[in-house]
Antibody, heavy 118, light 109 residues
Framework: EVQLVESGGGLVQPGGSLRLSCAASGFTLSNYWMSWVRQGPGKGLEWVANIKQDGGEKYYVDSVEGRFTISRDNAKNSLYLQMSSLRVEDTAVYYC???????????WGQGTLVTVSS | IVLTQSPATLSLSPGERATLSCRASQSVGIHLAWYQHKRGQAPRVLIYDGSTRATGIPARFSGSGSGGTDFTLTINSLEPEDFAVYYCQLRDSWPPRLTFGGGTKVEIK
């Protein structure tokens, strides 16, 4: 069974940093692009970043470029999102997702809540 | 490319048909996906490539599209578990950025 389990969320002050992790199981992580998607309070889904199978290509939504870094450790079956210079508007549930595969993502984690507040 | 979903909210009764719209600001071919999202749960892919049902998705869910800009998700005979928020999504050709529509909430009337 494919499982994606996020961790690392919590309360952080504006300007602070946080590192999210996603533990993957039930499939070979190194075969897939992986993505982070978030949902702010009362808002819809927003793609944040994705990373190629070998980590050699990474892409970000404009609003997090230069502040967030996506990375992966295929040997540890893990995906990461290092978030720095956090803003109130980064408050959201962050989901780890497998893909894109073709044009969509096919598996999602349950999400981890990040709250940026003073 | 911007994806515009309508209506924002759809109030229907179990057994009725739901028709959800997603309009792209420019042609995206057939490369559109639909997701179902329930509060507190992981989103679930329903349809990819415009009309292909994902593994395990019931046949009452169907996707269609025309002209590469107008797409429809139809849910025939709503079941109680179908009341949720639905999102359309596309992937840019390159780089593979993802764009989501604003969502349509299907609520019980």
């Amino acid at each position: 069974e494919v499982q994606l389990v996020e961790s690392g969320g919590g309360l952080v002050q504006p300007g602070g940093s946080l590192r999210l992790s996603c533990a993957a199981s039930g499939f070979t992580l190194s075969n897939y692009w992986m993505s982070w998607v978030r949902q702010g309070p009362g808002k819809g889904l927003e793609w944040v970043a994705n990373i190629k199978q070998d980590g050699g290509e990474k892409y970000y939504v404009d609003s997090v470029e230069g502040r967030f870094t996506i990375s992966r450790d295929n040997a540890k079956n893990s995906l990461y999102l290092q978030m720095s210079s956090l803003r109130v508007e980064d408050t959201a549930v962050y989901y780890c997702a497998r893909g894109p595969i073709g044009n969509s993502v096919d598996q999602w984690g349950q999400g981890t809540l990040v709250t940026v507040s003073s | 490319i911007v994806l515009t979903q309508s209506p924002a909210t759809l109030s229907l009764s179990p057994g009725e048909r739901a028709t959800l719209s997603c309009r792209a600001s420019q042609s995206v071919g057939i490369h559109l996906a639909w997701y179902q999202h329930k509060r507190g749960q992981a989103p679930r892919v329903l349809i990819y490539d415009g009309s292909t049902r994902a593994t395990g998705i019931p046949a009452r869910f169907s996707g269609s599209g025309s002209g590469g800009t107008d797409f429809t998700l139809t849910i025939n005979s709503l079941e109680p578990e179908d009341f949720a928020v639905y999102y359309c999504q596309l992937r840019d050709s390159w780089p593979p950025r993802l764009t989501f529509g604003g969502g349509t909430k299907v609520e019980i009337k």
